[in-house]
Nanobody
């Protein structure tokens, strides 16, 4: 059974940067599209970014476009989310997810595997 483990969350001041990592194990994750989602207190979980199995295709939510970058290292079975120019509204629990198939999608229900989440808090 596949497993995803996120790391890299923490407390940062507005304008700062963080890099989240998602280590995958127990499955053929190197070929799966993967994504990052986030859930702020009192809100539904929302799409942040996604990347294809090859890394050649990426998608971003409008709210993070130009500030966040998703990438992957298939040799390490790890996906990254580089976050810059962070804002207090980026505060949330960030989840890594993987889906079987080839399409890069933003729909949460399309993802099969989920990590436990990592907290990101941006202070003003």
């Amino acid at each position: 059974q596949g497993q995803l483990v996120e790391s890299g969350g923490g407390l940062v001041q507005a304008g700062g940067a963080l890099r989240l990592s998602c280590a995958a194990s127990g499955g053929t994750f190197s070929t799966y599209p993967m994504g990052w989602f986030r859930q702020a207190p009192g809100k539904e979980r929302e799409f942040v970014a996604a990347i294809s199995g090859s890394g050649g295709t990426t998608k971003y939510a409008d709210s993070v476009k130009g500030r966040f970058t998703i990438s992957r290292d298939s040799a390490k079975n790890t996906v990254y989310l580089q976050m810059t120019s962070l804002k207090p509204e980026d505060t949330a629990v960030y989840y890594c997810a993987a889906r079987c198939g080839s399409a890069v999608v933003t729909r949460e229900s399309a993802y099969t595997y989920w990590g436990q989440g990592t907290q990101v808090t941006v202070s003003s």
